[in-house]
């Protein structure tokens, strides 16, 4: 078991002042009735979690620790409690010097989910057991869930502990803040900023603070493999791979994606192919893809991936063509407008990363790429959606004859909306800009045959103007 009580917080609980809706203290000198621990447990569950300590007498203060003897086989309880209550108490027995403790851990109810007991639904009033009123399940009923960046990963830490597992010095530096004087303010912004949050047992680490801040993603279980990972493949496809940081040791990445993203980033582009052009009588060695387009592309895929996805992280595969950004989840909003639309699944986790500087202000990340794509004419980026998963596809050059008919299509559409989002209008000149390709009137009519394909499968449809002439035609997403 997990959770082992200290000395100096048995001697807390002996100087609080009257037992409440999180604590129950029983003499239990001898046995206790297994039905009304089933329904304490239940209570205290019903009210957030707690403890119940059994050999340790409620007065006087301090309260007097008589020793129990009930209950000598505590495994055989925590599975009873577990079969008869359908969730896990954990049962400490802790031996002190006036005599046996038996602690009984008892967690926090699901959000919107009462416990029972033999069809009972219990809470605590003041010192007292009584049934739940319409009211108050009603209201529990109508709970909505918590967002994953506010759920609780591990509790119970003293301040110490939240600064060694957290890297409080990456939150200051990213923010350009001085670093505080005492550690009892660093707790205060982290508090604030949805980091921490002060719980039964001490402090208690967010979702958003681990996966943003964690010194080591694995000392947080349910979080291990939620570290970015980056393979890399010799050629086209997935038959040869040369690493994966995966299976590195250490893993370069298991950290909060705040602590490492530099690294990651610069990772990246180190592995993305390079090759030479000739401009003139000199040779330049530049990168498959422009370094922006790595830079705006992961940070979104972190921020918009689906945690509720376990076992799964955000997956960078590097090829000799392309980089595909895989993230766990399908995308909140279609895939048609996320170059002019956005809508993030942890707006909580997208506001941090923004106010450390990871990433743009919403959309802008993916405008950027696909300006930075245009103005080296290169392949729209591909956006395919899986049952589980969602990947972006950057592609290496390609001359506009080297390109499929489908990625001149999906090129088309996407400087459409780009036109459209700096209020200018798609027209066959700047389509034909946009792919490099020369005024004479066979690319001028290549130009039309491919805005006609695109007005056919709805991606796009004309301007209405005054002017039937082709030549001044202008274009607009299909949804303006």
Known sequence: MATKTTLAQIESWRSIIRENENIEFKRAGEQFKDGDLMRYCVALSNEGG??????????????PISGTNAYPNTGALAKKILDTLGFRVDVEEFQHSQGRLLIFHIPARATGVICHYNGARWMRS???????????IKAIHAEVAPDWSARIVREGCDGAEVARLLSTQTYYQLRERTY??????VLKTF???GFIAKGNKGWGITNMGAMLLAQRLSDFPTLTRKAARVVVYEGTNKTQFRLDTATMDPNPFDAGYAVVFNQLFEFIKAQVPRHQVIEGALRRDIALLPDITIR???PNALIHQDFNESGTSVVIEIYVNRVEIVNPGRPVIPVERFITENKSRNEALAKAMRLMRICEEQGSGMQKTIFAVEGQRLPAPDFRVGETRTTVVLYGPKTFAQMERSERVRACFQH??????????????SLRERFGLPNSQAKITAMYQLISESI??????????????????AYVPIWD
């Open 416 to 429: 459409c909306c780009l036109k459209w989002i700096t209020n200018e209008r798609m027209t066959n000149q």
């Open 50 to 63: 707690g403890n119940l300590i059994m050999g340790m007498e409620d007065k006087p203060l301090p309260r």
């Open 296 to 298: 705006e592309i992961v």
């Open 180 to 185: 505080p004087s005492t550690r009892d303010d």
């Open 126 to 136: 003041g010192e007292s057991l009584e049934p739940m009123t319409d009211e108050q």
């Open 456 to 473: 056919a499968l709805g991606l796009i449809k004309p301007v209405e103007t005054e002017s039937s002439s082709k030549r001044y035609a």
């Open 191 to 193: 508090v604030k900023e």
